[in-house]
């Protein structure tokens, strides 16, 4: 951190609120902005969302709203969280303008770049649980058949479900991030990384277990990609932190 920095934060010691509520208005203005120029599209929005399952149901069965308001408000409430979920560079970006004046020089060639993959692994991890676990699922769930039981999602309970899974692959899919980051501040080396492999490796399948359907290519579709991101993060990190202990 600059002289500068310090002598201004130690005239005016308000100035990180005054800053963080104007990253905090850029942030709110730009999902806003987002959300506006989407609402019009809100229900085809959730028909693309609901597809995965839709072609999966039986033909004489279809999603229903147990809520009156359901049909208005399931779709708007989706369409904010698409906003937010577009606008997560720009809400890095702005975190990134925060803290930026903190660190240093070689602080900010790291956080940049980790902050860009921040947001296109978790595009990643989101694209890769609607088209790739999405229909195996809903596949292995709509099959189960039990007798009396007629299969009817309720709306708002299938946006949840989705949801959840969205946010568990994003962060599934931040490991190398998180591997990288954890390298660098020295929690941990690539050496006791590569140490822990086989315990990684069972790792990974029993999470796989956990988010998806009880069969082993179900399993499989998580665990495999969950281990390859590790490695991928072992040997990004690996290099950063040669790098860095050579300079």
Same mark, same amino acid.
């Given at each position: 951190?600059?002289? +500068?920095?310090? *002598?201004? #934060?130690?005239? &005016?010691?308000?100035? *990180?609120?005054?800053?963080?509520? *104007? ?35 039986? #033909? ?5 709203? +147990? #809520? ?35 660190? $240093?020089?070689? #602080? ?9 993959? +921040?947001?296109?692994?978790? $595009? ?120 860095? *202990?050579? &300079?």
């Amino acid at each position: 951190m600059s002289n +500068t920095n310090l *002598h201004n #934060e130690s005239i &005016n010691p308000f100035a *990180h609120l005054a800053e963080l509520r *104007h990253r905090l208005f850029h942030i709110l203005l730009s999902i806003l902005l987002v959300f506006l120029g989407l609402l019009y599209f809100a229900n085809d929005i959730y028909e693309f969302l609901s597809a995965p399952l839709i072609s999966q149901l039986p #033909e004489s069965t279809s999603m229903i709203a +147990t #809520e009156v308001t359901s049909p208005l408000l399931t779709p708007i409430k989706l369409t904010l969280i698409t906003a937010v979920f577009l606008c997560i560079p720009v809400i890095l970006y702005q975190v990134w303008l925060f803290i930026a004046p903190g660190l $240093y020089q070689k #602080e900010r060639k790291l956080i940049m770049p980790l902050l860009v993959a +921040t947001s296109f692994m978790f $595009y990643i991890g989101v694209a890769f649980a609607y088209f790739m676990i999405f229909p195996v699922i809903f596949k292995f769930l709509t099959n189960i058949s039990i007798d009396g039981v007629e299969i009817a999602t309720e709306i708002s309970s299938y946006l949840d479900f989705v949801m959840t899974l969205f946010i568990a692959f994003g962060v599934i899919f931040e490991i190398p991030v998180f591997i990288i980051l954890m390298c660098w501040v020295g929690i941990i080396t690539p050496q006791q990384l590569q140490k822990k492999r086989p315990y990684i490796f069972v790792l990974t399948f029993i999470i796989g277990m956990l988010l998806t359907p009880p069969d082993i290519i179900s399993q499989s579709l998580l665990a495999i990609p969950m281990y390859l991101l590790f490695e991928m993060g072992v040997f990004i990190a690996r290099v950063i932190y040669n790098n860095k *202990h050579c &300079n």
